[in-house]
């Protein structure tokens, strides 16, 4: 691996080497990868009632304004989603495909500051991090 940085944008690093598989469009980087300073991950959305979770970008917020529901599709190995309720007016149940508790499959989202973090193994979803999201 080969690491450039152009001097004309002083916080911007590019790796060249990488490997990436055209079927799935995978990057990956051989060996490990140490990250000294801040790891951002690819994009929000803000997730509105009766929508699916984008799988493409890594954090989903959500304001309810009464009863409301979301999905989360399967997604792909080693892939991490998040999840936080920013303002409260009404739960939110999330219904996830491949959910990795068992039961229903669903998260609720009841106050304000409630979020969860998920990772895909072994194609099912993992809760690796919870702050008062109920799992059924």
């Known amino acids: 691996i080969k690491v450039e940085r152009d001097e004309n944008i002083s916080d911007e690093i ?3 080497g990488l490997e990436v598989d055209k079927t799935s ?3 990956s980087l051989p060996g490990n990868l140490t990250v000294s300073n801040t790891l951002k991950l690819q994009g ?3 997730l509105a009632s009766g929508n699916a979770a ?3 970008v890594t954090a989903s917020y959500f304001t309810t304004t009464g009863a409301s529901t979301a999905t989360l599709a399967a997604g792909s190995a080693g ?3 998040t999840f936080m309720m920013v303002a409260d007016a009404g739960d939110m149940v999330i219904t996830v495909t491949n ?3 068992g039961g229903s499959g669903t998260m609720t989202f009841n106050d304000q500051g409630d979020g969860c973090t998920l990772q ?3 194609s099912k979803w993992y809760c690796i991090g919870n702050n008062g ?3 059924g």
């Open 14 to 16: 590019k790796l060249t």
């Open 25 to 27: 469009n995978a990057t």
């Open 44 to 46: 929000s959305e803000n």
């Open 54 to 56: 984008n799988l493409s």
């Open 79 to 81: 892939q991490i989603k």
């Open 99 to 101: 959910a990795g508790w």
């Open 120 to 122: 895909y193994i072994d």
């Open 133 to 135: 999201v109920t799992f």
